[in-house]
């Protein structure tokens, strides 16, 4: 499958409004505008998804969804790709990624729930006691992989992973963060 499906154009012919948010792509993908340029759509990416986390978004390109569960950095997908999408997967991040707690978190409202904390791997993120007998949520942001794990338990959908507002890539690995 080596022709690329531009569905963007399509939608807006068919007047579906496109999303305003970007797509986080596979780990390790050098930056958004490569992974436009070079990805083959072939789906071999999803087929080898242990997961089940990617999936055809926009414009036909694979995408992470992390409602789907958790990525456990196999590397099963960088491994059967084709193109070179992806920088060193030994040295650099997989993915630069904001991630933050909402306003509609259980905790935050005075309902006791640590399901996120509990699904974390790398102990990013904590609860503590502060002026109520709630504790209360904060992600350790050096300490978080961004693996996704407490966004699919999370009964709230509280917790958001996403591409940094003031980059044009989804995934700017081995770059500093502004």
Not at 3 to 20: A, M, V
Not at 44 to 73: H, L, M, R
Not at 87 to 107: F, H, M, Y
Request: with cysteine.
């Amino acid at each position: 499958m080596g022709n690329k499906i531009d569905q963007t154009r399509r939608n807006f012919l068919r007047g579906k409004r496109l999303s305003t948010t970007s797509a986080i792509r596979l780990p390790w993908v050098k930056s958004e505008q490569h992974f436009v340029d070079s990805c083959s759509q072939c789906r071999d990416c999803i087929s080898q998804c242990s997961e089940n986390i990617i999936s055809i978004g926009a414009g036909g390109f694979p995408e992470i969804d992390f409602n789907k569960g958790e990525c456990t950095f196999c590397q099963k997908c960088v491994q059967v790709c084709q193109e070179p999408l992806f920088t060193d997967v030994e040295n650099d991040p997989a993915w630069q990624l904001d991630i933050s707690i909402k306003d509609n978190c259980l905790a935050l409202n005075q309902i006791h729930c640590q399901s996120c904390q509990d699904s974390c791997e790398t102990e990013a993120i904590k609860f503590s006691y502060l002026t109520s007998s709630i504790p209360q949520p904060s992600i350790v942001e050096s300490d978080c992989n961004r693996c996704g794990a407490c966004v699919s338990v999370c009964p709230q959908n509280s917790i958001s992973i996403s591409v940094p507002k003031s980059e044009d890539v989804a995934n700017v690995a081995g770059m500093e963060r502004v």
